[in-house]
Structure formats: C-alpha cells, structure tokens
C-alpha cells in the first residue's frame, strides 16, 4: 500500500463519504471564486482537493491522475444521469478507479 491509510471494510464507507463531503467543499469553493461555470474545473478541483484526497487515496496519483478522474466521472454522470448528488457519484467512481490504479 503507497500510504498508511484505510483498511477496514467500514473504513470504505467512511473513505467514500469523506471523499464526497470534499468534492461538496470543493465545489462550494470553486462557486466562491467563480460564481458559474469554469471550463478548468476539474483543474481547479484537483488542485485545491489534492492534498486532502491523498489521504483517502490508495494508488498515489498525480494532480493529472485526479483531473482525469474528475473528468470522467463528470462525462459518465451526464451520460448516465443517475439518481441522487453529482458528490456521491463521482466519489464512488474515483475510489473505484483509484483501487484498480493501487492494483
């Protein structure tokens, strides 16, 4: 494992409600700064979610590795239009991703 973090199959749920509550502060910034659309987005969030994601992060990825994420998340969460918060989504398909990166 890249870091000492979370191990538990409890500890699961608790990474992926930390990562949405993230994602939710995250966004609740990027309207602060922006106030509406911004095409660097997913820059922006990655950036300013960076350090605090590791944490919650098995594989160690890039700043790139997490924009690409963010972007895919958000192209499949369009795509797919599903039920419930953009936040919750995107968490569970980045710690999905991030569990095959961490092999």
């Known amino acids: 494992m890249a870091n000492e973090r979370y191990v538990s199959a409890v500890d699961v ?5 930390d990562l ?3 994602l939710g502060a995250a966004a609740r910034a990027h309207h602060a700064v922006y106030g509406g659309p911004n095409p660097g987005w997913g820059r922006w969030y990655a950036e300013h979610m960076y350090g605090e ?3 919650l992060l098995e594989s160690d990825p890039s700043v ?6 963010l972007g895919d998340a958000d192209a499949r969460y369009r795509s797919e ?3 419930g918060s953009w936040p919750g989504w995107y968490a569970t398909w980045i710690l999905e991703w991030d569990d095959i990166a961490a092999g």
């Open 20 to 22: 949405r509550h993230l």
């Open 64 to 69: 790139d590795t997490v924009e690409a994420w």
């Open 53 to 55: 994601a590791l944490r």
């Open 81 to 83: 239009e599903p039920d």
């Open 13 to 17: 749920q608790n990474r992926e409600q």
